[in-house]
Nanobody, 111 residues
Framework: EVQLVESGGGLVQAGGSLRLSCTAS????????IGWFRQAPGKERELVAN???????TYGNSVKGRFTISREKAKNTVYLQMNSLKPEDTGVYYC?????WGQGTHVTVSS
């Protein structure tokens, strides 16, 4: 059974930082591209960042220069470092691998 578990969300003031983690069991992250998505209240889920099998990265326009996605192979974990957070970054952040999704972790940025 594949499980993706996100952690690291919370409440932070604007300008602050958080680091989200996504750890997988039942699959090897090395074999897949991994994405972070977010969904704000009343909005559709959107891509935040993606890291390919060989380390190539892409970012949503609204987070470029502020967020960094990375992977730690030894821990089968992918991270999303979020800096200079803004209130519009508030939402539920999900880890995605293929057809599998984590349960999400809540991020709230106060102004």
């Amino acid at each position: 059974e594949v499980q993706l578990v996100e952690s690291g969300g919370g409440l932070v003031q604007a300008g602050g930082s958080l680091r989200l983690s996504c750890t997988a069991s039942g699959l090897n992250f090395d074999d897949y591209a991994i994405g972070w998505f977010r969904q704000a209240p009343g909005k559709e889920r959107e891509l935040v960042a993606n890291i390919g099998r060989f380390g190539g990265t892409t970012y949503g326009n609204s987070v470029k220069g502020r967020f960094t996605i990375s992977r730690e192979k030894a821990k089968n974990t992918v991270y999303l470092q979020m800096n200079s957070l803004k209130p519009e970054d508030t939402g539920v952040y999900y880890c995605n691998v293929g057809r599998w999704w984590g349960q999400g972790t809540h991020v709230t940025v106060s102004s």
